[in-house]
């Protein structure tokens, strides 16, 4: 039996091909990343459908792959790493592949910089904020909670304009720390909130999403996994 095929997740979520890297996930923002980073590095892999319903996340078998039940996780059966957390992937994927982590210590550390603070500001704040204006916690009255959000999402998109406003990427070169951050802007529209954060005050930003997007490994990697597949 192979690492892959004897680990507990192959039960649930089957290998085709068991010499392949394999990633189990969903197309949400975090999901994305580690499609559209397999897609830009060439790097053969195949995707498994994991959805965001308990029965999924929680099932013994994706626990014992990712203990913090959230996508995405991956198995790489040439280094037999099983791997979670989108951030640490991308980081293991650019140091596997040679491609998008920076060829010198100080260009590694500015992608990681731009990289931690899409994992530990970007990603969570839009999250909540999503969470206040089209989800459960849009039912509460309470105008506070939301407006902590508005308020965070708005200095958050501000730094990147900022930055932006000078370069096409992020930290110079097209990198892993582009590939974090572009999905959580391209959620504001998700999330119905582009106006409350004033997007289109924005220019930088409005045209790097649209290189972005416009990257046809891109386009391939936020429609994986199929979601109705």
Do not use: C
């Amino acid at each position: 039996m192979s690492f892959i095929t004897n680990h507990p997740i192959n039960k649930r979520w089957p290998a085709s091909d068991p010499s392949k890297l394999q990633l189990y996930s969903f197309p949400t923002p975090n999901g994305v990343k580690v499609s559209i980073a397999l897609e830009e590095m060439g790097i053969p892999y195949e995707p498994h459908l994991v959805t965001l319903s308990d029965s999924d996340v929680k099932s013994p078998e994706f626990l014992a792959l990712n203990p913090n039940n959230k996508i995405p996780a991956i198995i790489d059966p040439e280094t037999e790493t099983a791997l979670f957390e989108s951030g640490a992937i991308l980081l293991y994927l650019s140091e596997k592949s040679e491609k998008f982590g920076g060829n010198t210590p100080p260009e590694k550390a500015l992608i990681t910089q731009w990289l931690m603070f899409q994992m530990g500001g970007l990603g969570p704040m839009f999250g909540q904020l999503g969470y206040f204006s089209k989800f459960a916690g849009a039912q509460i009255e309470d105008p506070r909670p939301r407006q902590r959000y508005v308020d965070e999402g708005k200095r958050l998109l501000a730094v990147l304009e900022a930055e932006l406003s000078t370069r096409d990427w992020i930290a110079g070169e097209y990198s892993i720390a582009d590939m974090a951050i572009a999905p959580w802007l391209r959620a504001l529209d998700f999330y119905g909130v582009k106006d409350t954060l004033g997007w289109e005050n924005h220019p930088a930003l409005i045209a790097y999403l649209e290189r972005f997007l416009a990257r046809p490994a891109v386009q391939v990697g936020l429609n994986v996994p199929d979601r109705d597949g």
